[in-house]
C-alpha cells in the first residue's frame, strides 16, 4: 500500500484478554517502531525494529507487551493478559533510513484499544 | 530523555505569528517536528540536521541551534488548518525518537 496501515483501527478488550496489533509498514522500509499515546499525551516510544531484528524493546512497560517482525516487514504488538491501563491508541510508524539517518517517520493511523 | 517543549499551550487569531520552542540536555543528531489533529496519525512537517540551520516551506520554519541542543518552530500568518499538536522529536545519535509532549496549538477565527 502507499502509507503504513494498522488494525484493527478500534479494538474493544476485556481486562485478562489477549490482544494483538498488526502494523503492515511502506513497503522496503528499515526502521519500523511501535508507539504508544494515551489521551492527551505524546506519543511514548515502546519498541524499535531494524528489519526482523528488534533493536530497542525499552520502552515496552511490562513483559505482557511483545512485539515481533519477524521477516522484516509486518509487525505485530501483542498484549496478554491486558489491564486497564493498557487503553491507548497504539502507533505504528516505519522509515526508508536505519536508526541513526531514519529520516521522516510516516505514521499509521493507530489502533486504539479499549480495556473495559 | 524527552524533550521539554513550550508553550504547552497557545491560542492565535487566524493571522497571528507563534513560536514553539523544544530543547534538549544533550546534544542531538537531528530533530524532527510533527502535527497531529486531533484523532489522526502525527504528519512529518520538517527535519533539521545541521548545527545552525533554518529551513521552511509555506508560512512554517524552524531553526536549530549551532549547539544542536535547541529547536524552534515558526508558525507565521496562522491559518485554521494549522490548529493541532505540535511534536518534536528529538533524533540521539544511535537512540531511538522520544517525542516532546506536545504544544496545543489552537487558531480561531
Known amino acids: 500500500g502507499a502509507g503504513v496501515s494498522q488494525s484493527p483501527r478500534y479494538k474493544v478488550a476485556k481486562r485478562g484478554q489477549d490482544v494483538a496489533l498488526r502494523c503492515d509498514p511502506i513497503?522496503?522500509?528499515?526502521?519500523l517502531f511501535w508507539y504508544q499515546q494515551a489521551l492527551g499525551q505524546g506519543p511514548e516510544f515502546l519498541t524499535y525494529f531494524q528489519n526482523e531484528a528488534q533493536l530497542d524493546k525499552s520502552g515496552l512497560p511490562s513483559d505482557r507487551f511483545f512485539a515481533e517482525r519477524p521477516e522484516g516487514s509486518v509487525s505485530t504488538l501483542k498484549i496478554q493478559r491486558t489491564q486497564q491501563e493498557d487503553s491507548a491508541v497504539y502507533l505504528c510508524?516505519?522509515?526508508?533510513?536505519?536508526?541513526?539517518?531514519?529520516?521522516?517517520?510516516?505514521f499509521g493511523e493507530g489502533s486504539r484499544l479499549t480495556v473495559l | 530523555q524527552q524533550p521539554v517543549q513550550s508553550p504547552q499551550a497557545v491560542i492565535l487569531r487566524e493571522g497571528e505569528d507563534a513560536v514553539i520552542n523544544c530543547s534538549s540536555s544533550?546534544?542531538?543528531?537531528?530533530v524532527h517536528w510533527y502535527r497531529q489533529k486531533h484523532g489522526e496519525a502525527p504528519v512529518f512537517l520538517m527535519i533539521l540536521l545541521k548545527g545552525g540551520e533554518q529551513k521552511g516551506h509555506d508560512k512554517i520554519s524552524a531553526s536549530f541551534n549551532e549547539k544542536k541542543q535547541q529547536s524552534s518552530l515558526y508558525l507565521t500568518a496562522s491559518q485554521l488548518s494549522y490548529s493541532g499538536t505540535y511534536f518534536c522529536g528529538p533524533d540521539f545519535y544511535g537512540q531511538n525518537f522520544v517525542f516532546g509532549p506536545g504544544t496545543r496549538l489552537s487558531v480561531l477565527p
Open positions: 513497503s522496503g522500509h528499515v526502521s
Open positions: 510508524a516505519s522509515s526508508f533510513g536505519y536508526q541513526t539517518n531514519t529520516g521522516e517517520l510516516f
Open positions: 544533550k546534544a542531538l543528531y537531528s
